[in-house]
């Protein structure tokens, strides 16, 4: 809808800095009128940022812009406008503060339709800008539930489509492109990033098939299906993938992306055969276009550990390894150590497995397995780019290993990640990959390992004292007795877990001159850290603990997450 005002748009756009696409604007603007088309098409065609574009577009109609995908979408406001009237109205409530409900709209500027939507949620709108294709994906998502996935699988069962389970590949291929099918898929996958869920599992069982989600660390039941519909959602993931899907003897991998409003969601498949057919767990990766990135100083890394670690990642050459299991956080913190010394005079470049955030001012390379492009050989290919500092996104095998070390004897600074248990286990892991340890002696400048936790929920926090037992098992310190910890009852914001995000551990281990000789001559990861207590090395378990004393997580969750062995 074409409003006088929004003539002011063009104008405040073709004065922005640089601006070079006066005319091809114009020549649209003839086409399109100044209407959200014209304004999807300049961001679309890269004329301006999204940024830009939305806020010069809402400054025109006196309102702000928010992408829903970037706000708080809170239970409270998805409640009070029913999901057909959001969906004709192109509105979604965003969030209820001093009773007036936030909404992002896709024409704010139509007071009548502002005036329906607040008699029809019984109190006042402040209406916020939102594209309308960031709308109609975020109304998808936020208003998608296990009630309204259980009505779609329960009418997909009952089409009888799927009834003879040993059907022809061609003829499930072709069952796996109808329509009632590819929106059952979807509204998995939107129900899943609705609830944060990391992973999705979809597991065959010998009556029914289940699906659940992994949400701050712990797996929960979503729901249940028949096993008659499980082969064809196996097989519509894999078509996604572009696999094949009349392979069900062998696992195989693959990835697969979807547009969600102007950002691109990022997934990887992976299935294996089991007794009662293939077992499929998709990862959600990090949304690609997302500008939001996590820094050090916003990670709520102890002091202890962040202030020597800012240290490390400025020095000039060495290698800087990020340790942890799968699903750890290890990438996030490269990218928040990459944000930190991302300078216009360094040149930086990575080497990812996939680039899961886009990075301003940084050479972002993804390996490709289909065409043999393995991190050894972008590596050995960057050497020769003039690079100052490089990001490996994981060390796999000796060349890579080898490759690595040798860049950082030779007057580069390499992040990395490996999987070990311990920071001091990764030195030892580097000898055995078979790496010489007068090589990563002198290379490796420091160790951080990590571990994830379920964050207990702000909405349902209450305090509690431990019993005396509890305290004699996990604080040496004596005193403790009066000091109250914390937990989450269980409320609709948490899903009733008590649980709701997830916050980071840390230890930490610097390689002093000491450690050098340790390494130089091959001695165990335990002896390496002793050295590494002598200047301040504490284990992981001490950092959990000191973030259950500050009433970020529980007790429960630092045992489920940490050995038992206090470092002497």
């Given at each position: 809808?074409?409003?006088?005002?929004?003539?002011?748009?063009?104008?405040?756009?073709?004065?922005?800095?640089?601006?070079?696409?006066?005319?091809?604007?114009?020549?649209?603007?003839?086409?399109?009128?100044?209407?959200?088309?014209?304004?999807?098409?300049?961001?679309?065609?890269?004329?301006?940022?999204?940024?830009?574009?939305?806020?010069?577009?809402?400054?025109?109609?006196?309102?702000?812009?928010?992408?829903?995908?970037?706000?708080?979408?809170?239970?409270?406001?998805?409640?009070?406008?029913?999901?057909?009237?959001?969906?004709?109205?192109?509105?979604?409530?965003?969030?209820?503060?001093?009773?007036?409900?936030?909404?992002?709209?896709?024409?704010?500027?139509?007071?009548?339709?502002?005036?329906?939507?607040?008699?029809?949620?019984?109190?006042?709108?402040?209406?916020?800008?939102?594209?309308?294709?960031?709308?109609?994906?975020?109304?998808?998502?936020?208003?998608?539930?296990?009630?309204?996935?259980?009505?779609?699988?329960?009418?997909?069962?009952?089409?009888?489509?799927?009834?003879?389970?040993?059907?022809?590949?061609?003829?499930?291929?072709?069952?796996?492109?109808?329509?009632?099918?590819?929106?059952?898929?979807?509204?998995?996958?939107?129900?899943?990033?609705?609830?944060?869920?990391?992973?999705?599992?979809?597991?065959?069982?010998?009556?029914?098939?289940?699906?659940?989600?992994?949400?701050?660390?712990?797996?929960?039941?979503?729901?249940?299906?028949?096993?008659?519909?499980?082969?064809?959602?196996?097989?519509?993931?894999?078509?996604?993938?572009?696999?094949?899907?009349?392979?069900?003897?062998?696992?195989?991998?693959?990835?697969?992306?979807?547009?969600?409003?102007?950002?691109?969601?990022?997934?990887?498949?992976?299935?294996?055969?089991?007794?009662?057919?293939?077992?499929?767990?998709?990862?959600?990766?990090?949304?690609?276009?997302?500008?939001?990135?996590?820094?050090?100083d916003k990670m709520m890394v102890s002091q202890t550990i962040l202030a020597p670690f800012k240290q490390l990642v400025q020095n000039p050459n060495g290698i800087i390894f990020v340790t942890g299991p799968t699903g750890s956080g290890k990438t996030t913190t490269l990218y928040a150590a990459l944000h930190e010394i991302n300078k216009p005079n360094l040149n930086i470049s990575t080497i990812e497995d996939p680039v899961e955030i886009q990075l301003d001012g940084v050479t972002q390379t993804q390996v490709n397995s289909h065409i043999d492009l393995k991190f050894s050989t972008i590596l050995r290919a960057l050497l020769r780019q003039d690079p100052d500092a490089i990001l490996v996104g994981e060390i796999r095998d000796l060349e890579t290993a080898k490759i690595a070390t040798e860049a950082a004897l030779t007057g580069h600074i390499v992040f990395a990640t490996l999987h070990t248990n311990t920071a001091a286990q990764a030195i030892v892991r580097l000898m055995e990959i078979g790496v010489e340890s007068y090589m990563v002696a002198p290379s490796v400048i420091g160790v951080l390992a990590q571990r994830l936790v379920a964050r207990i929920c702000e909405s349902c926090k209450e305090p509690y004292y431990p019993s005396k037992d509890v305290l004699r098992k996990y604080f040496q310190e004596e005193g403790l007795t009066d000091v109250s910890f914390y937990r989450g009852r269980g409320c609709p914001s948490c899903r009733g877990t008590g649980y709701k995000g997830r916050i980071a551990f840390h230890e930490l281990v610097l390689i002093t001159e000491e450690i050098r000789t340790l390494i130089s001559e091959g001695r165990s990861a335990q002896e390496i850290t002793k050295a590494a207590a002598k200047v301040g090395y504490k284990p992981l378990r001490y950092d959990g603990l000191k973030k259950v004393l500050l009433g970020l997580t529980t007790i429960e969750e630092i045992e489920q997450n940490t050995s038992f062995e206090w470092a002497s």
């Open positions: 809808m074409e409003n006088p005002s929004n003539s002011i748009f063009l104008e405040r756009l073709k004065q922005l800095p640089h601006f070079d696409y006066k005319d091809e604007v114009d020549n649209l603007s003839k086409q399109h009128g100044i209407t959200t088309t014209l304004l999807q098409e300049i961001i679309e065609r890269k004329f301006a940022t999204k940024e830009d574009a939305c806020r010069l577009w809402a400054d025109a109609l006196n309102v702000a812009h928010v992408d829903p995908f970037a706000s708080v979408i809170t239970d409270e406001a998805i409640e009070k406008l029913p999901v057909e009237i959001a969906k004709k109205a192109r509105a979604i409530g965003l969030y209820v503060f001093n009773g007036v409900l936030t909404t992002a709209m896709a024409t704010p500027e139509d007071a009548d339709l502002v005036k329906r939507l607040s008699q029809i949620a019984q109190m006042p709108i402040s209406p916020v800008f939102a594209l309308p294709h960031d709308v109609d994906d975020a109304i998808v998502i936020s208003y998608s539930s296990d009630k309204s996935l259980e009505e779609s699988l329960n009418e997909l069962e009952r089409s009888r489509l799927f009834t003879d389970p040993d059907l022809a590949a061609d003829k499930i291929a072709q069952l796996a492109g109808a329509d009632s099918l590819i929106q059952i898929v979807d509204e998995i996958i939107h129900f899943a990033l609705r609830e944060r869920a990391t992973d999705i599992h979809i597991e065959p069982q010998e009556n029914i098939s289940r699906v659940r989600f992994r949400v701050d660390g712990m797996l929960r039941e979503v729901l249940t299906y028949s096993r008659k519909l499980h082969r064809a959602i196996i097989s519509r993931l894999k078509i996604l993938c572009a696999l094949n899907i009349s392979e069900s003897r062998f696992p195989q991998d693959g990835r697969f992306s979807m547009p969600i409003g102007s950002l691109t969601a990022n997934f990887r498949f992976s299935c294996i055969p089991s007794a009662y057919g293939e077992k499929a767990v998709v990862r959600v990766l990090a949304m690609t276009g997302r500008k939001s990135m996590l820094t050090l």
